[in-house]
């Protein structure tokens, strides 16, 4: 995953209430746009506003069944990410000791 990518995925799962949408798609396994807009206090626009940034950032994909979208996780991408991260950590403590240990460590 590169750079531009990684920032990208970063900043969708920044925002706490995009999380949490990403969280009720993923225990939901597939979710329309109507259902996440019924489980969040939030505008509808507001629903599809964060669900086009998790689209973008590849977090979830879109199945479209007549005027209705559903969503579902993209498990590959936050696999990708996660090694993303892993890559980066192992650079840090290569560049400089102990900066690792100050963050955690991430491949446990």
């Known amino acids: 995953m590169d ?3 990684m920032v990208k995925v970063a900043k969708a ?3 706490a209430t995009r999380f949490a949408i990403l969280r ?3 225990s939901a396994g597939e ?3 109507g259902e996440v807009a019924a489980r ?4 509808q626009a507001t629903v599809s506003h964060h669900l086009r940034i998790l689209g973008e950032s ?3 994909a879109v199945r479209r069944e007549g005027q209705h979208s559903y969503f579902r996780l993209v498990p590959d991408t ?3 990410y996660r090694d993303a991260l892993r890559e980066f950590t192992r650079g840090s403590r290569r560049g400089r000791p102990g900066r690792a240990a100050a963050i955690g460590n991430i491949d446990s």
Request: net charge negative; hydrophobic share 60%; aromatic share 4%.
């Open 78 to 80: 936050l696999v990708a």
């Open 40 to 43: 969040f206090p939030i505008a």
């Open 13 to 15: 799962l920044g925002d």
């Open 24 to 26: 009720a798609i993923v």
């Open 58 to 60: 590849d977090l979830v």
């Open 31 to 33: 979710i329309s746009c």
């Open 3 to 5: 750079e531009r990518r």
